[in-house]
T-cell receptor, first 116, second 113 residues
Framework: SAVISQKPSRDICQRGTSLTIQCQVDSQVTMMFWYRQQPGQSLTLIATANQGSEATYESGFVIDKFPISRPNLTFSTLTVSNMSPEDSSIYLC?????????????FGPGTRLTVT | GQNIDQPTEMTATEGAIVQINCTYQTSGFNGLFWYQQHAGEAPTFLSYNVLDGLEEKGRFSSFLSRSKGYSYLLLKELQMKDSASYLCAVREGRGSTLGRLYFGRGTQLTVWP
């Protein structure tokens, strides 16, 4: 399985500021995704991070609020912009579609964000 | 769209067997996943079904019926460490859109001694 790391692991931020979360994978992967898990809730897909092109956002999520970069096949960033307390969540990077394990999908350890 | 339903909570005793059901309605179905998530941790991959039938992996088995939009996760010989949330997720898409997962709300399983 792919080894996924995220930075930071947690942060406390003030409203109105922005935070960029990094996701690094130890091998080249075709697909990378960003999810959000609000307190006590399940996971919600934010967007698909496309290498070399703009991310594909799910309904309810927009690029101005959650800009995403994917400069290569092992790295992506998610920025949470102009934060409010409602953005307090765990943000998770997920990868899949790699070689013979293309049917499996794995999650990074997550970034726990608290907005005050 | 997606409509994924699973029970909110279940309890069982150590050594027992428990079955967690998941029903779904979705377009572009391309597989069903089960994940285990302990409190404060990321989800851990448990199983994947794309064809009808039973997939067995140690103490855990997962079943899929595509015509019924139904899956279950079977946990045998329950241990205290199996207390966790179990997430059912459906994958949609083909080609460049392959891989988007849509999750149910999760089933919180508590295993009692």
């Amino acid at each position: 399985s792919a080894v996924i790391s995220q930075k930071p692991s947690r942060d406390i931020c003030q409203r109105g500021t922005s935070l960029t979360i990094q996701c690094q994978v130890d091998s080249q992967v075709t697909m990378m995704f960003w999810y959000r898990q609000q307190p006590g809730q399940s996971l919600t897909l934010i967007a698909t991070a496309n290498q070399g092109s703009e991310a594909t956002y799910e309904s309810g999520f927009v690029i101005d609020k959650f800009p995403i970069s994917r400069p290569n096949l092992t790295f992506s960033t998610l920025t949470v912009s102009n934060m409010s307390p409602e953005d307090s969540s765990i943000y998770l990077c997920s990868v899949g579609g790699s070689g013979t394990l293309s049917y499996e999908q794995y999650f990074g350890p997550g970034t726990r964000l608290t907005v005050t | 769209g997606q409509n994924i339903d699973q029970p909110t909570e279940m309890t069982a005793t150590e050594g027992a067997i428990v079955q967690i059901n998941c029903t779904y309605q979705t377009s572009g179905f391309n597989g069903l996943f089960w994940y285990q998530q302990h409190a404060g941790e990321a989800p851990t991959f448990l199983s994947y079904n794309v064809l009808d039938g039973l997939e067995e992996k140690g103490r855990f088995s997962s079943f899929l019926s595509r015509s019924k939009g139904y899956s279950y996760l079977l946990l045998k010989e329950l241990q205290m460490k199996d207390s966790a949330s179990y997430l059912c997720a459906v994958r949609e898409g083909r080609g460049s859109t392959l891989g988007r997962l849509y999750f149910g709300r999760g089933t919180q399983l508590t295993v009692w001694p």
